[in-house]
């Protein structure tokens, strides 16, 4: 979970708008070929196993191909490649890795149940998990669509606590509010830091009633990250 958290925040360092075409250094490609590589492998894997037994199943199918490149690029070093080169790299990733999201999407919703989610007891743990990280890796239209749905199905404990929190942060920065429980993440002087908080003097609080570690456990999580 948290390496989800840590490549959402990666990606979302880059600039938004599609930069022009720069030619990338053989260093700097050589630098992100390990997330084109993820994603080869994790298409071989999955096209080996048989059909999924059921929807839990295929969710978490969906996932383990939209996380394999973002595990990849949580080990690249972003200082190492140019300044001149970033914007143009984070896009040639991003171009890989959005085909596969939007994929997931249209799959996800293709598949939606009646009471709107995939709760914890019908599709488990790891399949409302992996429903929720499709969804987190979105837009901004279907955060609002979900988030009073996870809100609803976390207070009866069929969704993870964590997970309505990360989607309601994600909602809550992306709409330029502050964050209610401090997931989201910031590029600030090459390090990560916290995205503005609401009441922070009040966040624990928050976070325990959901479930979630204490917020200093959480921003140690941080502290080694390779730099952005």
């Known amino acids: 979970m948290i390496l989800g958290l840590l490549i959402a925040a990666a990606i979302a360092s880059a ?11 053989p260093q700097t490609q050589a630098l992100i070929a390990p997330v084109h590589e993820a994603i080869v492998k994790a298409r071989a894997e999955l096209a080996a196993l048989p059909a999924p037994k059921d929807d839990g199943e295929r969710l978490q199918r969906m996932r383990k191909l ?11 070093d972003f200082s190492k490649v140019a300044q001149a080169e970033r914007a143009a790299a984070y896009e040639a990733i991003d171009s890989q890795i959005r085909p596969i999201d939007h ?6 919703l293709a598949m939606l149940p009646p009471e709107g989610w995939f709760t914890i007891s019908r599709y488990g743990s790891e399949g409302s998990t992996s429903a929720f990280l499709i969804i987190q890796h979105s837009n901004i239209d279907l ?9 609803n ?4 404990g069929e969704v993870k606590g964590g997970d309505y929190a990360l ?3 994600r909602l809550a920065t992306t709409e330029h509010r502050p964050q209610r429980y401090g997931s989201q ?10 995205a503005p908080i609401e009441d922070p003097e009040h966040i624990d609080e928050r976070r325990a009633a959901l479930g979630m570690s204490p917020y200093k456990d959480y921003l140690a999580l941080f502290a080694n990250n390779p730099s952005c």
Request: glycine share 2%.
């Open 15 to 25: 600039p938004p708008a599609r930069p022009a075409p720069v030619p990338l250094s």
């Open 66 to 76: 939209e996380q394999a490149p973002r595990a990849a690029l949580s080990l690249i």
């Open 103 to 108: 994929a997931n999407q249209e799959a996800l």
């Open 143 to 151: 955060w609002r669509r979900f988030v009073p749905v996870l809100k």
């Open 153 to 156: 199905m976390a207070a009866k």
């Open 167 to 169: 989607m309601c942060d």
């Open 185 to 194: 993440m910031t590029c600030q002087a090459g390090r990560y830091a916290p």
